[in-house]
């Protein structure tokens, strides 16, 4: 069964990839770029948040992020309505990652955030959702097919979540100049810390 069934799975994964790096958005990144140096200069801060696997995606690219030079917290999609969106500021910038757009948590969450005065960059591949219409930039994140044949579990969709924040985290590390001492300063531990120290 595997082996008949991983190779579909594998070569569906590896276009929707392609057909999604090849319509990212050059220009909504940019805009993104631009909110995140706005909050920043009024010594606001970025949070990303997100439900159920989004979620895990969060914890990842508020990691990147800091590492890369734009400090960035974690936002639990729903503690935020239970105390913890008191972590974010007006004028701060919330990252919010939706694959649907229309989850019930994230929408409560969104709210309170705006209520609070946050901006939002939401991240989803639902051009028509709310998410789309809540956010002050807007960076889409779809596929048709997440590779399986049920279609439910977001894994392609996870990659393209994933692929074009991380796209977002170069824009905003060339932006800043990062340089490897720089870099060493937030990664001095590990293979790749001692690799940057060694090429110094």
Not at 70 to 79: F, S
């Amino acid at each position: 069964m595997v082996e008949n069934t991983l190779p579909v799975f594998l070569e569906n994964l590896s276009n929707e990839v392609a057909m999604f790096i090849a319509s990212i958005d050059e220009v909504s990144i940019n805009k993104a770029c631009d909110l995140i140096f706005e909050a920043e200069r009024s010594y606001g801060r970025v949070h990303v948040t997100g439900i159920g696997k989004p979620g895990h995606v969060s914890g990842y690219i508020s990691s990147l992020l800091s590492s890369t030079g734009t400090p960035a917290y974690v936002l639990h999609g729903t503690e935020a309505v239970h105390g913890s969106s008191g972590q974010v500021l007006e004028g701060d910038v919330v990252i919010a990652i939706s694959n649907s757009g229309e989850t019930q948590e994230l929408k409560a969450t969104v709210e309170t955030l705006k209520a609070n005065g946050a901006k939002i960059i939401g991240v989803s591949g639902n051009v028509d959702s709310y998410l789309k219409n809540s956010s002050d930039i807007f960076l889409f994140a779809g596929v048709k097919q997440e590779g399986d044949c049920l279609n439910k579990a977001p894994r392609a969709s996870i990659l393209a979540e994933t692929i074009v924040l991380q796209s977002l985290s170069v824009a905003l590390q060339y932006a800043k100049g990062l340089d490897a001492k720089q870099y060493l300063k937030w990664h001095p531990g590990g293979s790749l810390g001692k690799s940057i120290r060694e090429g110094i």
